[in-house]
Every structure is written in C-alpha cells, then in structure tokens.
C-alpha cells in the first residue's frame, strides 16, 4: 500500500499511476489534474496519525470485538468504554486474590509459592551459593510482606489489617540467612514501611487497624539496622551486597555489586530514619551515592553497571546502560530528589540524564515526529561510550516511567512502544532481547512488572486508551499462559508458552498485579493521591507530604552545581500535553511499520 509509505517512496508510484490511468483523448489533462487532485488529498489523509497495517490495529480489533472508529476530526480513536475497563478491573482483582490466596493457603510463612505443584519455597540451605535463590529468600515472610501494600490498593481492607496482625506476632529478622541487602531493603523494608504509613494516614481511616502500635515500624527498624552494617563495614562506603541476618556481613564474602544494588536504598533508609528520629540510616545511604558518583568516568560522564565495593573499578569490561545492574540507581536518584526535596540530587540526575542520552541513546533525534531508525537505549564501555553489546533487557522498560517523571514524555512513550511490541510478539516479555537479530538472547519471563509500571503512568499522564489496551492484553496473556495450578509461573521459554516454571517470584503481586489494577481503577485511593505518592522501585507507595512533616537531619553536601535544563529539562507532570493525543495512537503509521520491523513482528 503506497499510503502507508513516505511521500518520497511513493510518489514515484503515483506518477505512474498518473501515466497509465488517463484515458487517450483531448481530456486526458483534466483527467489527470483531477485525479492528481484525489492523490493529494489521500496523501494528507494518510499523514494524520492513525492504526495502521501495525500489529495495534489488531490488538485494538481484539479487545473491543470491533475496529476502532473515526471520531469528528477523521481521526482513530482507541477508546475504552467504561463497562469494559470495570471487567479488566475485576479481572486484575481476580488475579491477585488467586495468587495470594495460593501463596496463603500452600506456602505462608514460607517467603514464595511453588505454584504447579502448590508448595512453600524458603532458602537454598543445601547450596549457600545459589544465589538466584538465597539472595531474595530469607525465612521472613516475604511473598505476605511485599504483598501488604497491593492489599490495600486492590480494597481487601479485612485481609490487609488479618496480614498486619500475622506479622506483628510471627515476623522475626532473627534467622539463619544470608539475604542480598538490595533485595532485602526494597522488598521487606520497603513493604513494611509503606504499609506502616498506609495504616496511620489520616486520608485513609478505611486502613486504620484496631490496637495498631506501630509494630510494622519496629520491624522495619530492626530489619534497617541489620542492613545498616553493610554500610559500616565497607571501606568505600558502597554497601556489601549481602548481609547474614544475624552475624553481619559474611567473612570471605564476595566484594562484587552492582550500580544499582548498591545506591538504591535512599527512599527507604531515609523514610525509616525519620520515623525514628535516627540520621544514621540516611546519612549511610547519602554517602553511598556520593561514592558512587565519584566513580563515573571523567571522559563520558557514564557509570559502570559492577563494581568492586572495595577499590571502585568498574567490573565486565566497563559496562555501562540502564538495565540489569543499573535501572534502580537513575530511578530511585530521581525519586529520592522529589521525595526529599533535594536539588543536589536533581542535579545529580540531570547530569547523569545528559551523558546516558549523549552516549546511549540511537535512533532518529525526533522520536514522535521524525523518521528513520526506533530510538533505543544501548549498553556501552563506560570509559568510552562506545557500543558494548547487542542487547536490551526486560527490566529496561522502566526507564520509561523515570523518562515520564523526568518530563520526557516523547521518549517514554517510544521507549514503551517498543518494549509493549515485544510483549505482543511474544505474549510475556523476554527477559533479554537482542536488538540487532531482532530474537531473545535470555528466554525465560518471571513476569516482570517494569513494563505495567511505564504503562500505567503513561496512562495516568496522557488519558491516552491506547495504554488500557496495553494493559488488557498483559492481563489477557498473564491469564492465558502463566496461570498455573495455585497461581502464576514464571515462563521458562517465551518460544513454548506451555513450558513453566515453578515459581510465583513476590514482585508478580507486590508490583505486576498493583500496576495493572490501579490502570483500570480510575478512583482508587492511590490515583486519587497520585501527586502526592511517590513508588519505591518495588512498587511501595510513600507519601511525599508525610515525609516532609518529619523533622529534617542535618545537610548533607553532594558539592553538585545544578546545571541548567539540559536533555532531561522538564518538569514533573508538565507535559503540556494536546489533547488531541488522548485518543490517537501515540506513534504514526511509517513510525509503527519502523518499529514492528525493528522488533521482528514483520519478519
């Protein structure tokens, strides 16, 4: 079809068209001025932005039951209707209340449900260095604590304030594990704090808990506290990445970490320290980003993904991007900047925004209006910038929620595009995907929240109902072909969508299942506080006017100017957006072609 082409391609053809259809008499011109007329009208007919031959308009067909229909202008609507977003909400409802009561029912206390053959997993004891394992798993509960806050979001109130009491009387931290201190730190902690302040707030007397006495506060504390030496014992300040829940940080052990394992900690350590009124944890997790930012190269402005915490040099050749090893670190750099109303920090991301957008960043410079080659994020040599490997990986596809909270709505919504084609190629994300073959390099999908997560506050920011289709078919696929015995299986193979593994991993409920819901659930709390709520990377809500009542420690100097506005100039919520978009899909018809033969889905 000549029309789904730019005009340079196929004008050419027009004017053969022209040739060949005028017929041999006297009026052959007005023939043809009349039908080069009738091209240049299709031809601006064609430029408006529409569903195409792309893989959407199918999707679009699927979950209305019907094609999507001009509205006044001519232009393609993508609406919802509200009895169809109430269906999805129930569903979503459904799926949580299956996966939690299956891990309530097979495996509590136990940390995670086995999900085919509906049994408890805990740690790894008979092999210490199984670290896919132990690193996450540590005797404590863990699928009940970081499924706390999605209780509340979804309005299981009964359960929620029966789970607090569980813990109150059950939890202990006083076990025999060795625990990753990242996973420990945004799974538990994180749950446990955002669940304490859920169940004090004012706004929300529904969540209020009978005789509550801030034991969710103590547990956080004492977990804090044991984390906490992970800090006090590293030379560099950087923070072991494993602590042994009763003997401190173990002796021998491994000295390698990651970008993001290591500086992500800030939300929660310092939400905790002011709640008890104790500056130590803050001031730990401050001094670890200052020492992480001491190691960016002086040549690209880059920071490596591993690290060793002792001496600082940058581990795997250099390598340097924004997925695995390093996606929380930019995220939670930014949110903690909000969150504590601190500029230093804002200007820490800024200028790390400005080298990963100048050495990492490919593809046409105009993501929503030019063409050319789909923007993607590349990995590089952090020394250099040059290019380091073909792939990108699942996690990844939360950059764009961190592009959106930076004000780059143009390239959050590129970035989703096209991880939400990958989604639809293959059902459930890979988990890594190699761009210039265009096939998943990793083939396994643990059911990862991070596209959900850009889904829903694009959403939230544009009203755009392209982003509720998204999300339908997420939940259409999760349903299809992860939902297993007692709940939800990773997928070992994307190629063999019946091939599962037996594992419901805690952030399918703690942050999966709450994105989705809160999508489809235009009136939820949550939504309703939106601009005061600030997300934990996993997925906790913490009140930013909450935090900031708390008495404030002492400053703590990054000696960071601010720059002024550079690639990441914009500000939160500021998107000016046309409303016109609301109801277009957010890319044009040559850009979707682009992007279905960038992501395979037209090979």
């Known amino acids: 079809n000549p029309?789904?082409?730019?005009?340079?391609?196929?004008?050419?053809?027009?004017?053969?068209?022209?040739?060949?259809a005028a017929p041999p008499s006297g009026h052959a011109f007005f023939f043809r001025l009349q039908l080069l007329l009738l091209l240049l009208l299709l031809a601006v007919w064609a430029s408006f932005p529409r569903p195409s031959g792309s893989v959407y308009e199918q999707l679009l067909r699927d979950s209305l039951g019907r094609t999507v229909y001009p509205d006044s202008g001519g232009r393609y609507r993508a609406w919802m209707p509200a009895s169809e977003r109430l269906r999805y909400r129930r569903l979503v409802r459904d799926m949580f209340a299956f996966g939690y009561d299956g891990y309530m029912r097979h495996a509590f206390?136990?940390?995670?449900?086995?999900?085919?053959?509906?049994?408890?997993?805990?740690?790894?004891?008979?092999?210490?260095?199984?670290?896919?394992?132990?690193?996450?798993?540590g005797d404590y509960s863990l699928g009940l604590v970081d499924s706390l806050t999605t209780l509340a979001v979804v309005g299981n109130v009964s359960e929620f304030r029966?789970?607090?009491?569980?813990?109150?009387?059950?939890?202990?931290?006083?076990?025999?594990?060795?625990?990753?201190?990242?996973?420990?730190?945004?799974?538990?902690?994180?749950?446990?704090?955002?669940?304490?302040?859920?169940?004090?707030?004012?706004?929300?007397?529904?969540?209020?808990?009978?005789?509550?006495?801030?034991?969710?506060?103590?547990?956080?504390?004492?977990?804090?506290?044991?984390?906490?030496?992970?800090?006090?014992?590293?030379?560099?300040?950087?923070?072991?990445?494993?602590?042994?829940?009763?003997?401190?940080?173990?002796?021998?052990?491994?000295?390698?970490?990651?970008?993001?394992?290591?500086?992500?900690?800030?939300?929660?350590?310092a939400t905790v320290g002011r709640l008890v009124g104790d500056p130590t944890f803050e001031g730990a997790a401050r001094r670890a980003v200052s020492a992480l930012w001491d190691l960016r190269s002086r040549v690209t402005g880059l920071l490596g993904s591993s690290l060793n915490l002792t001496d600082g040099r940058w581990l795997h050749e250099g390598?340097?991007?924004?997925?695995?090893?390093?996606?929380?670190?930019?995220?939670?750099?930014?949110?903690?900047?909000?969150?504590?109303?601190?500029?230093?920090?804002?200007?820490?991301?800024?200028?790390?925004?400005?080298?990963?957008?100048?050495?990492?960043?490919?593809?046409?410079?105009?993501?929503?209006?030019?063409?050319?080659?789909?923007?993607?994020?590349?990995?590089?040599?952090?020394?250099?910038?040059?290019?380091?490997?073909?792939?990108?990986?699942?996690?990844?596809?939360?950059?764009?929620?961190?592009?959106?909270?930076?004000?780059?709505?143009?390239e959050a919504i590129c970035l989703h595009a096209y991880f939400a084609n990958?989604?639809?190629?293959?059902?459930?994300?890979?988990?890594?995907?190699n761009w210039r073959h265009r096939q998943p390099e990793v083939l396994f999908s643990p059911l990862r929240p991070e596209l959900a997560e850009t889904n829903y506050f694009l959403y939230r920011a544009t009203g755009n109902h392209f982003f509720l289709h998204v999300g339908a078919a997420m939940v259409d696929n999760l349903n299809k072909y992860a939902k297993s015995t007692c709940g939800y299986a990773t997928l070992h193979n994307v190629h063999n969508l019946t091939d599962l593994e037996d594992r419901q991993?805690?952030?399918?409920?703690?942050?999966?299942?709450?994105?989705?819901?809160?999508?489809?659930?235009?009136?939820?709390?949550?939504?309703?506080?939106?601009?005061?709520?600030?997300?934990?990377?996993?997925?906790?809500?913490l009140s930013i006017a909450r935090f900031r009542s708390l008495a404030r420690p002492a400053g703590f100097d990054f000696n960071v100017t601010p720059p002024a506005a550079g690639w990441s100039g914009g500000a939160c919520h500021n998107f000016n957006l046309d409303r016109r978009l609301r109801h277009l899909l957010p890319l044009s018809t040559a850009q979707w072609v682009e992007l279905d033969r960038a992501t395979g889905l037209s090979d």
Not at 346 to 352: E, I, K, R
Not at 422 to 433: A, G, S, W
């Open 3 to 20: 029309f789904q082409l730019p005009w340079r391609q196929w004008a050419p053809a027009a004017a053969s068209m022209l040739r060949l």
């Open 109 to 137: 206390p136990a940390d995670e449900l086995n999900p085919i053959l509906c049994r408890g997993r805990g740690p790894d004891r008979a092999n210490p260095d199984n670290i896919n394992i132990n690193d996450v798993l």
């Open 162 to 269: 029966r789970a607090v009491s569980l813990l109150a009387d059950r939890l202990s931290f006083d076990t025999n594990s060795t625990v990753q201190t990242f996973e420990a730190g945004i799974r538990v902690l994180g749950g446990l704090l955002s669940a304490h302040l859920l169940a004090t707030d004012s706004r929300l007397p529904e969540l209020r808990i009978p005789g509550y006495g801030d034991q969710l506060l103590l547990l956080a504390r004492d977990l804090a506290n044991r984390l906490l030496v992970a800090f006090d014992r590293s030379p560099t300040g950087i923070p072991h990445p494993r602590v042994h829940l009763q003997r401190g940080v173990p002796e021998g052990g491994r000295l390698d970490t990651n970008l993001a394992g290591a500086g992500s900690l800030l939300l929660e350590f």
């Open 319 to 410: 390598l340097s991007g924004l997925g695995a090893g390093s996606d929380s670190f930019y995220e939670i750099l930014l949110k903690s900047a909000v969150y504590l109303d601190d500029p230093q920090l804002g200007a820490l991301f800024s200028q790390s925004m400005d080298s990963v957008a100048w050495h990492q960043r490919a593809g046409r410079t105009d993501c929503l209006n030019g063409l050319g080659q789909h923007p993607i994020w590349l990995n590089t040599e952090v020394r250099t910038g040059h290019l380091a490997n073909s792939w990108c990986d699942a996690l990844q596809a939360s950059w764009g929620a961190v592009l959106l909270l930076a004000g780059r709505l143009d």
């Open 422 to 433: 990958l989604m639809h190629r293959y059902k459930l994300l890979p988990e890594r995907f």
């Open 505 to 541: 991993e805690s952030f399918f409920l703690a942050e999966t299942v709450k994105y989705l819901y809160l999508l489809f659930d235009e009136t939820n709390w949550a939504n309703r506080m939106e601009t005061d709520l600030i997300f934990t990377t996993e997925g906790h809500p």
